[in-house]
Structures are given as C-alpha cells and as structure tokens.
C-alpha cells in the first residue's frame, strides 16, 4: 500500500510518500529522522490527542475545555468522547486538574481555569 502524506512535526512540512509491506515501511520524501520516524507511526499505529469539552454542572450553560493528557490510538478516539460525554465536573476546575483518569491509556485534563 502506498500513501502520500505531509509532516506535521515541524513546520517545514515534507511531503513524503510510505510504502506499506506487511509491518515495514519505506519513507521518502522526508528531511529529517523525524519526519521518518512519524510517517512509520501514522502507518502502522496512529495515536492522536482529543480535544473536547465537559459540561461544567454547577454553573449555567459552561462548559470546560479538556483534552487527553497524552494521544491515544485512533480507533479509541470515540470511545474516549463517549467517557466525555457521560461525565460532569463541579466549578472551580483548575488548568491540568485531571477529570478523568485512565480512559483508554490517557488522563484527561482541563485546558482552562473555571470559577
């Protein structure tokens, strides 16, 4: 299988082709080790960070941004939204608190103070 893609992890941003052969990948385009390095981990086991929000339930109509402390392997990004959208936090929630631990390997944190 072959896939064009662009990096993301500087803002040079290479566009690379990878050539998919069971569990080997072959990388072009690329300028650096980095570049490499993330073609290979998109191909064989992608992880991202989700970005969300959670309903804050003492206080009207807030919400508080959160995301995951750490990324999580694509195919659990709905599983993590649908652990977001069960819950509920009580003002005051501080930036980093933890909201919920251990959803899919990650902690998810508030990425802003609400008071």
């Known amino acids: 299988m072959k896939r064009d893609m662009i ?9 690379m082709t990878a050539e998919v052969c069971g569990d080997k990948v072959s990388v ?8 490499e390095e993330y073609a290979v981990n998109e191909c064989l086991h992608p992880v991202r960070t989700v970005t969300a929000t ?27 939204m649908a652990a977001l959208r069960a819950i509920t936090v009580s003002a005051p929630v501080s930036m980093g608190d ?3 631990q251990n959803v899919c390997g990650a902690d998810v944190i508030a990425t802003e103070n609400v008071y």
């Open 98 to 100: 933890v909201l919920l």
């Open 7 to 15: 990096c993301i992890i500087c803002p040079r941003g290479c566009a």
């Open 28 to 35: 072009t385009g690329h300028s650096c080790p980095r570049g």
């Open 54 to 80: 959670v309903r804050v339930a003492n206080r009207k109509d807030t919400m508080v941004s959160v995301k995951t402390a750490s990324p999580v392997a694509k195919g659990d990004m709905m599983q993590v």
